[in-house]
C-alpha cells in the first residue's frame, strides 16, 4: 500500500506540470486553426514530424540513460560524472548534426530551414535537462518548469499569430522562444555550468550508458513509425491540406497521452525500485488492472465529447471527429504499450523493447500503404490501431520472460466493447440523447475508479 500511495504523490507531481500544460497546448491548437488554413496546419505538422525523427537520432537516447544513472542507488556518488558525461556526449552528435544539416540545407531547397535547425536543437537538450531535474530528485522545479514553458509557448505564439500574422514562422519562434527560456533557466537553478567542459569524460562510462540508450533509438524510431511516418503517406496521396484535418484528430487523443505520459514518468520511477522487491508481480499486475480501468474510463468520457469538443475549432477542421474513436483507442492502446515498456527499462534489458516496435512500425507503414487510397484518412487511423495493437500483444508475450504481470483480459474486452457502444452514438444527431450519453459515461468513469477518486477526494478535504 506504501508504494502505490508513493506512485500516487508522483503521479499527482508530474500531472500538475504534465497535463495542466498540455491542456493549455491543447487549447493551443483550438486557437491555430483560425489563423491558420488546412494546408498550413499540415505544414506546421509535417516540421513536427521531421523533428520529432531529427531529436532521438542526435540525442541518442542519452536522457533516458541520465535518468537510470542518476536513480540507480549505486551510482549516487558520481553524479557530476554522470552529467559531465553526457553533455560531453551530447555536444559532439550536435556538433556532427549541425555539419550535416548545413550540408543537406545547402542541396536540399525547403522552407523555414533556420527555424528548424535551431527548434531542433533546444529539442535536443529540452528532455535532458528536463530528466536531469527529475534525476536530481527535483519533482516539483520539474513540473514547475513544464508549466512555465507552456505559457511562455502560448503567450509568444498568440502574439506572433494575432499581433503579427506570422503564421507557421510565428508557431515556430514562439516555441523557440519558450523552449530556450526554459532551458536556460533549468541550467542555472540546478547549477549545472560546472558540469560542461572537455576535460574528465570516462569512455567506459559512456561506453555502458551508450549500450543501454542505445536499443531504445531503434524503438524510438519504431514508435515514429507508427505514430507520425504515417504523415508522409498522408501527403503522398491525399495531399497537405488532409494532413492538416488528420493533424487536428490526433490532437485530441493527446488528452489520453497527456494521462499516460504523467503516469508512465512516476512509474518509471517506482517501477525500478519495485522490481528489486520480492512480490513485485502483484504490484505490476495491480497497477496494470487500475490503469487500464482509469484509461478506458477516460475514453469513454472523451469519445462521448469529441463531436462536441470539434464544434469550437474552424468549420474547416470539423471532419477531424470521424477519426477521433478510432485514434482514442489507438493511444489507449500505445500508453498500455509504454506501460510493458518500463518493464524493459527496469531489467535493463533494453533491447528487447526493439523488436515489438519495429514490427508494429511496419505494419502500420504497410497497411497505411494500402488502406489510403482505398479510404482515405480511415485507413490512416486504422493502421496505427494496428501497429499499436501488433505491439501489445507482442509486449505482452516477451515481457513473460523478464516480469509475470497478470493482464486482465476481462476488463479489457468488457470495457472495450462499452467503448465501441458508446462511440457508435457520435454516428446521432441528437442533443438530448448526447447529454444522456456523456452523464453515463461519466458516472460509468466514477465507478471504475471510485476507489482511487475516493483517495484524492478524501487528501484534498484533507489539506
Known sequence: MKKEVSLSKLTGIYMIGNFSSRIISFVLVFFMTYFLTKKEMGEYDLILTTISLIVPCVS??????????????NEKNRKKEIFKNVFFVIGVNIIIY????????????????????????????????????????????YAFSSVFYSFLFVGFTISFLYLFNLKVEGILMGNILAIS??????????????????????????????????????????????GSATRYV?????????????????????IILMLSNVFTLAWQEKAIITSENSGSMDVFSSVLKKYIKLLLGALIVLTCMSKFLMGFVDANFFEAWKYIPILLYAVF????????????????KTRGVFYSSLIGGIITIALSFILTPLI??????????????????????????????NFPYDWFVILTIIYILFSLTNLLHNTFFFMITVFCSLILFAYLNYNQL???????FKK
Open 181 to 226: 527560456i526554459i532551458i536556460i533557466f533549468l541550467f542555472i537553478k540546478n547549477n549545472w555550468i560546472d558540469y560542461i567542459g572537455l576535460k574528465g569524460y570516462d569512455k567506459y562510462l559512456i561506453k555502458d550508458m551508450i549500450k543501454y540508450s542505445l536499443p531504445l533509438l531503434p524503438n524510438t524510431l519504431s514508435w515514429w513509425l507508427i
Open 454 to 460: 475516493s483517495i484524492i477526494v478524501k487528501k484534498i
Open 98 to 141: 549541425s555539419i550535416f544539416y548545413f550540408i543537406i540545407s545547402y542541396y536540399v531547397n525547403f522552407n523555414y530551414k533556420l527555424h528548424i535547425y535551431i527548434l531542433s536543437l533546444f529539442m535536443i537538450l529540452y528532455p535532458l535537462v528536463q530528466q536531469g531535474t527529475r534525476g536530481e530528485g527535483r519533482n516539483k522545479l
Open 60 to 73: 541518442l537516447q542519452f536522457d533516458s540513460s541520465l535518468l537510470r544513472w542518476l536513480l540507480d542507488k
Open 376 to 405: 482515405g484518412l480511415y485507413g490512416v487511423s486504422i493502421s496505427i490501431l494496428a501497429g499499436y495493437f501488433i505491439l501489445l500483444v507482442l509486449r505482452i508475450n516477451d515481457m513473460k520472460k523478464l516480469i509475470k504481470i
Open 333 to 348: 492502446l500505445k500508453a498500455i504499450s509504454a506501460f510493458y515498456g518500463v518493464g524493459y527499462l527496469t531489467t535493463k
Open 234 to 254: 498522408i501527403l503522398l496521396y491525399l495531399g497537405v491540406d488532409d494532413n492538416g484535418v488528420f493533424a487536428i484528430s490526433y490532437k485530441y487523443p493527446t
